[in-house]
């Protein structure tokens, strides 16, 4: 059987605690000439794409702006159309949520773009983590979770009948290029639960006919989401055995929507530490974890699981002996992390677990539990490991999250891509114009079938 191809998409690094802001290399992550630089090496390495994530709202933490990691980022739309005018075959992926916006805007901007990069758009289509991020969108604040993903449908379904709406025809828009004549095929229509918009669509079909649609989130629903209309899938799962297990769990929800396990791409965040020798790689890695997590960082975190004031806690000193507060977490809003502690006070012992069986600080053990590096070694060894996560059906590519900005993709192209180029699992040149054949998708539909 041929191996297959590896897709790779690299991540701006948006609001994290994987960036490391501190690191001499790292520069502007505001100006254009960063966006700029991080996209040419992702296009000169032949990417798939790139990504970006949304923040909507400066994060705060014990009622104060959190400002440890890189805060505040420019509009999505407007980098990603200022890309496609200094790049000319990488795919680019704008995450934007559907519970604070509406369809019709969204699409229009979606299609403007594909026009714009001539086929290379992607929405990365979120529901957003919780209501302190939309204050500033709703009067009202939030719409309630179990409605997220019923308006996440809606909200595709009426965007995919926007893109739809214009039919060849021998009307009254011309492409020159194409010698293609197109025209709006009538009024749209559309009255769910959520929306009840009327009205015609301004702009003329796109070159992808709709912009890849990618998925971010975990939940049932969001599976069920992204396998029922969803072209790829960014997920967390970056083990072995986790990616396997995801990977089986979605492909094998695609056959009840007609689909084949193909028309949908799983790809895994992954990060990445290179060294010349394995331990030179190791020792690296383990410093940008020192670097990501600082002793400021550390305590942080720490009052997230603990859900109170640990200010006054030492990062170098044990544990806290008092047990976490159970019960919403106020201490920390606009992260996702905090949901993920269901049992904050078996998790707290788990901690003190393996601070006692490691004897670890504070500090050693926040590094030890929060997100670690994915791939570490040499080129050769990452290059084989990528590989082999792929093949092993764990994931279809990769969404690259340096941990430098601009600058952290550089030696990623120019080591760990030939590599991977030399074992035939990874394109040496763009064999198409659009995303969607970049991602080896079929073309979309030209009508959602949608019954409004
Ligand atoms: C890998 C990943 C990346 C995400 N990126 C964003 C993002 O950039 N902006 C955002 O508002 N939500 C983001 N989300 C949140 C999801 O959109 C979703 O709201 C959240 O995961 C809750 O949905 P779930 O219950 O299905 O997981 C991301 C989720 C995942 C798993």
Same mark, same amino acid.
Do not use: C, Q
């Given at each position: 059987m041929p191996r297959k191809q590896i897709h790779l998409a690299a991540h701006f690094p948006g609001?994290? +605690?994987? &960036?490391?802001?501190?690191? #001499?290399a790292s520069g502007s992550h505001i100006d254009f000439s960063s966006f700029q630089h991080f996209a040419e090496t992702a296009e000169r390495a032949r990417f798939d794409f790139l990504f970006l994530a949304e923040g909507l709202r400066l994060r705060e933490q014990g009622g104060e702006i959190y400002d440890l990691d890189v805060m505040g980022r420019p509009d999505t739309f407007t980098i990603l159309a200022a890309l496609a005018a200094v790049t000319d075959r990488l795919g680019l992926a704008g995450t934007i949520n559907?519970?604070?916006?509406e369809p019709y805007e969204v699409a229009r901007q979606f299609a403007s773009l594909d026009h714009l990069s001539a086929g290379r758009a992607a929405w990365n289509v979120v529901t957003s983590w919780d209501a302190f991020t939309g204050e500033n969108f709703r009067r009202g604040g939030f719409l309630p979770q179990e409605k997220r993903y019923s308006r996440a449908k809606e909200f595709l379904a009426a965007a995919f009948t926007l893109f739809d709406s214009w039919a060849p025809d021998a009307?009254?828009? *011309?492409?020159? %290029? &194409?010698g293609e004549f197109w025209r709006p095929t009538g009024e749209f229509s559309i009255h769910t639960d959520q929306f009840a918009i009327d009205g015609r669509f301004p702009? !003329?079909?796109s070159p992808q006919g709709r912009p890849v649609i990618l998925q971010a989130g975990d939940s049932e629903e969001g599976r069920e989401f992204a396998a029922s209309g969803a072209d790829a899938i960014f997920t967390r799962h970056g083990t072995l055995e986790a990616g396997q297990a995801f990977y089986a769990d979605v492909k094998g929800r695609l056959a009840k929507y007609?689909?084949? !396990? %193909?028309d949908l791409k799983i790809l895994p965040a992954a990060t990445f530490v290179l060294g010349d020798t394995d331990a030179e790689a190791q020792e690296r890695a383990r410093h940008v974890r020192y670097q990501q997590v600082s002793p400021a960082t550390a305590i942080k975190f720490l009052e997230q699981l603990w +859900?109170? @004031?640990?200010? @006054?806690? @030492? !990062?170098?000193?044990?544990? #806290? $002996?008092v047990d976490p507060v159970v019960?919403? +977490?106020?201490?920390?809003?606009?992260? *996702?992390?905090?949901?993920?502690?269901?049992?904050p006070i078996a998790t707290a012992n788990e901690w003190r677990a393996l601070a006692e069986a490691k004897q670890l600080s504070t500090r050693e053990v926040i590094i030890e539990v929060t997100g670690r590096q994915n791939f570490i070694g040499t080129p050769q060894r990452i290059a084989e490991a990528l590989d082999e996560f792929v093949q092993a059906d764990a994931s279809d590519g990769f969404v690259l999250v340096p941990h430098? &900005? #601009?600058?952290?993709l550089d030696e990623f192209a120019d080591t760990v891509v030939p590599l991977l180029q030399e074992r035939g699992?990874?394109? $040496?040149?763009? %064999?198409?114009? $659009?995303l969607r054949e970049h991602l080896g998708l079929k073309p979309a539909p030209t009508t959602s079938g949608a019954d409004f």
């Open positions: 609001v994290n +605690n994987t &960036t490391v802001w501190s690191d #001499p559907s519970t604070f916006n009307g009254i828009v *011309a492409d020159k %290029e &194409t702009v !003329p079909r007609g689909r084949d !396990p %193909e +859900n109170r @004031d640990l200010s @006054d806690h @030492d !990062p170098d000193g044990p544990l #806290p $002996t019960g919403e +977490n106020t201490i920390s809003r606009g992260r *996702a992390s905090v949901r993920m502690y269901k049992d430098v &900005t #601009p600058g952290g699992v990874f394109r $040496t040149e763009y %064999e198409g114009t $659009t």
